[in-house]
């Protein structure tokens, strides 16, 4: 009964922890997506402690049971087995820079959906009831894991580059082994799979008080709106104690083109302009206004594309051309980046140039001065 007792403690703590994480980042920023998903996800950790209190009832004793009715059962359940769908989906809003959410994923979030409550109304099968569906969590698990680790020596945020090591780990040790462990490796017919459903509670309320300390530590949007956050004001360029690595970064770009080089790296880059990788990360960040060194990249070199597609010399010149001059190593990659920058494709901005009509950037307004003054 005194182990019991524990199993009730814990699981009272995690719903509690996951309640609080919900209350916070909705009265503190309602409206912003990562917000929202944190919210639902903490609200599928309660779905999932309360409704695992029925599910195991024959492992608890009656005094400790939760009695969840028909109906709510079901939605419980699909709740707190859309956790996957919606971590990756907070990967994507949080690491996924200038990246389209793949809408082929809500087909397969909804064929999961499927899987967990209609085809249990006809089908025993454990195939379909519970290994299709905890396979596509965990491919769910695996996107996020990709949007979480790709791009992570391209991040020039630092609060958010500690945060994906957090979010990596959060998703080796939760969501895989409750997705996979508890619905296909251990039978969930023995009380080995309700001391691990309990043992996923417990990392559960570690990852979440561990959250909920960060926050009151460095703000909210530190973690779930870095994007926001501004550095003060440069100070002038002669007080600057980067001016000098800003002007070499500056001659590197601007006359050596050193961005024409395929595949270049920050670090090969802070090789170069004689700087550390991360005081080279915080300068491109906090004092030229980009968030990943891939943006920064593609600022320099769609200038170089749109000045030649502007010179009425190279009109016939073909647009693979000027991508593979201009660093790019495909003309996909080139057509992904002009159109994440310009919000047009290469060849109808070509077109506009040339009529003479007016062509812009999207956002210019919102860009700090020093892409402004790399954009044409």
Same mark, same amino acid.
């Given at each position: 009964?005194?182990?019991?007792?524990?199993?009730?403690?814990?699981?009272?703590?995690?719903?509690?922890?996951?309640?609080?994480?919900?209350?916070?980042?909705?009265?503190?920023?309602?409206?912003?997506?990562?917000?929202?998903?944190?919210?639902?996800?903490?609200?599928?950790?309660?779905?999932?402690?309360?409704?695992?209190?029925?599910?195991?009832?024959?492992?608890?004793?009656?005094?400790?049971?939760?009695?969840?009715?028909?109906?709510?059962?079901?939605?419980?359940?699909?709740?707190?087995?859309?956790?996957?769908?919606?971590?990756?989906?907070?990967?994507?809003?949080?690491?996924?820079?200038?990246?389209?959410?793949?809408?082929?994923?809500?087909?397969?979030?909804?064929?999961?959906?499927?899987?967990?409550?209609?085809?249990?109304?006809?089908?025993?099968?454990?195939?379909?009831?519970?290994?299709?569906?905890?396979?596509?969590?965990?491919?769910?698990?695996?996107?996020?894991?990709?949007?979480?680790?790709?791009?992570?020596?391209?991040?020039?945020?630092?609060?958010?580059?500690?945060?994906?090591?957090?979010?990596?780990? &959060?998703?080796?040790?939760?969501?895989?082994?409750?997705?996979?462990?508890?619905?296909?490796?251990?039978?969930?017919?023995?009380?080995?799979?309700?001391?691990?459903?309990?043992?996923?509670?417990?990392?559960?309320?570690?990852?979440?008080?561990?959250?909920?300390?960060?926050?009151?530590?460095?703000?909210?949007?530190?973690?779930?709106?870095?994007?926001?956050?501004?550095?003060?004001?440069?100070?002038?360029?002669?007080?600057?104690?980067?001016?000098?690595?800003?002007?070499?970064?500056?001659?590197?770009?601007?006359?050596?083109?050193?961005?024409?080089?395929?595949?270049?790296?920050?670090?090969?880059?802070?090789?170069?302009?004689?700087?550390?990788?991360?005081?080279?990360?915080?300068?491109?960040?906090?004092?030229?206004?980009?968030?990943?060194?891939?943006?920064?990249?593609?600022?320099?070199?769609?200038?170089?594309?749109?000045?030649?597609?502007?010179?009425?010399?190279?009109?016939?010149?073909?647009?693979?051309?000027?991508?593979?001059?201009?660093?790019?190593?495909?003309?996909?990659?080139?057509?992904?980046?002009?159109?994440?920058?310009?919000?047009?494709?290469?060849?109808?901005?070509?077109?506009?140039?040339?009529?003479?009509?007016?062509?812009?950037?999207?956002?210019?307004?919102?860009?700090?001065?020093?892409?402004? &003054?790399?954009?044409?």
């Amino acid at each position: 009964m005194d182990a019991q007792l524990a199993f009730f403690a814990i699981d009272v703590a995690t719903a509690f922890a996951a309640a609080l994480l919900f209350l916070r980042v909705l009265t503190q920023r309602p409206r912003l997506p990562a917000a929202q998903l944190v919210a639902a996800i903490a609200f599928n950790s309660v779905c999932d402690v309360v409704l695992g209190r029925s599910d195991y009832g024959y492992w608890i004793p009656p005094a400790l049971r939760i009695a969840v009715p028909g109906g709510l059962a079901v939605a419980f359940n699909l709740a707190r087995n859309s956790t996957p769908f919606l971590f990756a989906a907070l990967c994507y809003a949080l690491y996924a820079d200038g990246k389209r959410f793949p809408r082929w994923l809500y087909a397969l979030f909804a064929l999961q959906l499927f899987f967990e409550e209609p085809v249990r109304l006809f089908a025993t099968n454990a195939l379909l009831t519970q290994a299709a569906p905890a396979l596509l969590q965990t491919f769910f698990v695996g996107v996020a894991l990709y949007w979480t680790l790709a791009d992570w020596q391209n991040d020039l945020i630092e609060t958010r580059r500690r945060t994906r090591i957090l979010t990596a780990a &959060a998703i080796g040790v939760s969501l895989v082994a409750s997705g996979l462990g508890l619905r296909v490796l251990i039978d969930p017919n023995t009380a080995l799979n309700y001391h691990a459903h309990v043992a996923m509670n417990f990392s559960h309320l570690v990852l979440i008080v561990f959250v909920l300390f960060q926050m009151t530590e460095t703000g909210i949007d530190a973690y779930l709106d870095p994007l926001r956050l501004r550095a003060p004001p440069s100070p002038p360029p002669a007080a600057n104690p980067d001016a000098a690595a800003l002007a070499r970064l500056a001659a590197l770009m601007e006359v050596e083109h050193l961005y024409r080089r395929p595949g270049l790296t920050l670090a090969a880059l802070a090789q170069k302009a004689g700087v550390p990788a991360y005081r080279l990360r915080r300068m491109i960040h906090e004092q030229l206004g980009f968030a990943n060194f891939n943006a920064y990249l593609h600022a320099w070199r769609i200038r170089e594309a749109c000045a030649q597609m502007r010179d009425p010399a190279q009109r016939r010149t073909p647009i693979l051309t000027i991508a593979l001059s201009v660093g790019y190593r495909s003309v996909n990659t080139f057509n992904r980046g002009f159109r994440d920058v310009m919000d047009t494709t290469p060849s109808a901005w070509r077109a506009s140039a040339s009529s003479g009509e007016a062509v812009g950037q999207r956002n210019e307004s919102a860009a700090p001065p020093p892409k402004s &003054a790399i954009l044409p």
